[in-house]
């Protein structure tokens, strides 16, 4: 069951150009998301792609299902691979949010892994239900293939896909922080048949 894993970060949004806290709710693309999206499309369409899984968040979601359409598969979207909720931060700009929200902001800086804001997740809890997803629903699709190479796609965002490059690279999702994933990037992963992981940024 060797396979092949593309992780892709969804395009910049206008959200993301405003430097404004977005986890699960939503924001258009920006004009170069727009263009880094069709790049994205351009640089994966000459490859054999089996498996599409894809945040149900619309920035994620809309470009999975449209790898999905290049080539021909169907893309499963599920919360599990959303971003961080942000609660009480998201929409807001980092001097917003320092000015409402002070202490429990300057907590949250200080431990995301095990600090959340009101009303969001912690560090952990995001990669609680990355990891789930990778255990229950990316495995799940390959395990009756054993004898083929597959080559699977997964559309996410920064927060989750650092955390899990960090563990999967390093045992250590306090590391998530040295990991750089840009808008629009693909990160290529291989998991060996013995579910053993290799990571090439």
Request: charged share 20%.
């Amino acid at each position: 069951m060797p396979s092949h894993v593309i992780f892709v970060r969804h395009a910049q949004t206008v959200d993301n150009v405003q430097k404004r806290y977005l986890g699960h709710r939503d924001s258009p693309l920006s004009a170069l998301g727009k263009w880094q999206e069709e790049r994205i499309l351009d640089l994966l369409y000459t490859e054999t792609i089996d498996a599409v899984f894809g945040s149900d968040l619309l920035r994620a979601a809309s470009l999975a299902q449209r790898i999905a359409h290049d080539h021909h598969v169907k893309a499963q979207l599920t919360p599990d691979l959303r971003e961080m909720n942000f609660g009480v931060f998201e929409g807001l700009t980092y001097a917003e949010v320092m000015s409402r929200y002070s202490e429990c902001a300057t907590a949250f800086y200080d431990d995301s892994l095990h600090m959340a804001p009101p009303s969001g997740e912690t560090g952990l809890q995001v990669l609680s239900r990355v990891l789930r997803f990778v255990k229950e629903q990316f495995f799940l699709s390959i395990r009756d293939h054993t004898e083929l190479t597959q080559t699977v796609v997964v559309v996410t965002h920064g927060g989750p896909l650092r955390l899990l490059l960090a563990t999967l690279m390093y045992n250590d999702p306090t590391r998530h922080w040295e990991i750089n994933v840009d808008h629009g990037s693909i990160v290529r992963c291989a998991v060996s048949d013995k579910n053993e992981w290799s990571v090439c940024l």
